[in-house]
């Protein structure tokens, strides 16, 4: 009886291959079950060819299809290197090259948030060039969290003087600027959504070959700076870098004490930022975000708040106006449009002055723009934005939201 279920089986195999594509075989007894597919006549297998070599743009373009899936649990550190053509009021013409990361320092903690990481260096052709790295950590079902940044840059730049009426009337100053900075801060969650901690910051600023050195005055050419501070947040964002929903709270007390560098006097300087993301319709979110720049009395010209630039007042070349104070809102509507691709649009104005007692309503500056999102990694946008000003635009190319 098993030889001829063996014999039958025989049969009905031949008759299989040569009739059907797959085939599966079962009968009453039989311990085994298999599938059969044949190769494809034009498989390298039979024909002996090799396999055909993909293009370079179909490569790339495959490359980048994946980028934005959440490989984190699987993977130690999740990289997307990106590199192209940018352009901004302050640079121009910009080459950039960057490594982008995600991670999670516990794979099998779902609860926090990925990490992330950026590694950037580019250069212009009117001779700026820069680099750098930033990043955020999070820990521990998102009870620490840890930010750094660490750049330096040399931009041949352009001033105006300090004030808005400098910035408004004055002619343009060019100069060459030399910058170190290094940022940490640490935070602890103490209660839901609320964190504490302290921050560490190091600047180092040179100016040099000034066409007008009567716009800085009887200051240094070159400033050292080190702070130490507290923090305060609340954040409810359900994602750091593209948020659609929650509120950010940031207090931040910075104090540089005159030992720790070469600023003249010990000084102070305290940041507010209030943000709201709210999602409306599909792919649509609404996002504002108020910020807020105080110094004191004796902040060295290298150090005073500067309007404009890729986050904040896009559109104004960053440092035309900058005084100790300074206060921004701007209102932006984000929506996706297909797959990866989104667009936004913003309005908002912003103020530069010397003292809260001297603010002016109307010297506060307008400010628009449209923009092009493109979702690099999961919640981590490539944006290209033109913003309008007085008298001004700029076209800007970064990596993350500007707030």
């Not at 996002?287 to 500067?306: C, H, I, K, Q, V």
Request: one cysteine or more; glycine letters at 10%.
């Amino acid at each position: 009886m098993f030889r001829q279920i063996l014999i039958l089986a025989g049969v009905f195999f031949l008759w299989g291959e040569a009739r059907a594509q797959e085939q599966i075989v079962v009968r009453e007894g039989d311990t085994l079950r298999y599938s059969y597919t044949p190769i494809a006549q034009n498989d390298p297998l039979l024909t002996g060819s090799k396999p055909r070599k993909k293009g370079f743009l179909r490569r790339v373009a495959e490359y980048y299809e994946k980028a934005n899936v959440d490989h984190t649990f699987e993977k130690k550190m999740d990289f997307t290197f990106a590199g192209g053509l940018g352009y901004s009021k302050n640079t121009h013409v910009t080459f950039a090259v960057m490594a982008v990361g995600l991670y999670r320092v516990d794979r099998t903690d779902s609860v926090t948030p990925p990490s992330d990481l950026t590694i950037f260096a580019n250069a212009s052709v009117i001779g700026f060039y820069g680099f750098g790295v930033r990043g955020n950590t999070f820990l521990n079902r998102n009870r620490h969290r840890i930010g750094y940044t660490a750049d330096f840059v040399s931009s041949p730049r352009d001033m105006w003087g300090v004030g808005y009426e400098a910035g408004r009337h004055n002619p343009e100053c060019a100069y060459i600027e030399k910058s170190y900075r290094l940022g940490l801060t640490y935070l602890y969650r103490v209660l839901p959504s609320t964190y504490v901690g302290a921050t560490l910051n190091f600047n180092h600023t040179r100016g040099r070959s000034f066409d007008h050195m009567e716009y800085i005055g009887e200051e240094r050419c070159q400033y050292t700076a080190t702070g130490i501070g507290a923090v305060l947040e609340y954040d409810t964002r359900d994602a750091a870098m593209a948020p659609q929903r929650g509120i950010y709270l940031s207090l931040r007390e910075m104090f540089f004490a005159k030992g720790l560098g070469s600023c003249p006097r010990s000084i102070w300087r305290t940041n507010l930022m209030a943000d709201f993301f709210q999602s409306l319709w599909s792919g649509a979110v609404l996002a504002t975000d108020l910020y807020a720049e105080f110094n004191s009395e004796g902040t060295p010209w290298t150090m005073l708040a500067r309007m404009g630039g890729s986050f904040r007042m896009r559109g104004y070349y960053e440092g035309r106006y900058a005084d100790r104070d300074m206060i921004t809102l701007q209102v932006e509507l984000r929506q996706r449009i297909w797959r990866r691709i989104g667009c936004t649009v913003w309005a908002g104005g912003g103020n530069v002055f010397p003292s809260l007692s001297r603010f002016d309503w109307s010297k506060t500056l307008p400010n628009y723009g449209i923009g092009l999102r493109w979702e690099l990694k999961k919640r981590m946008n490539v944006r290209m934005d033109y913003g309008f000003g007085k008298d001004t635009n700029g076209f800007m190319l970064n990596i993350n939201e500007a707030f």
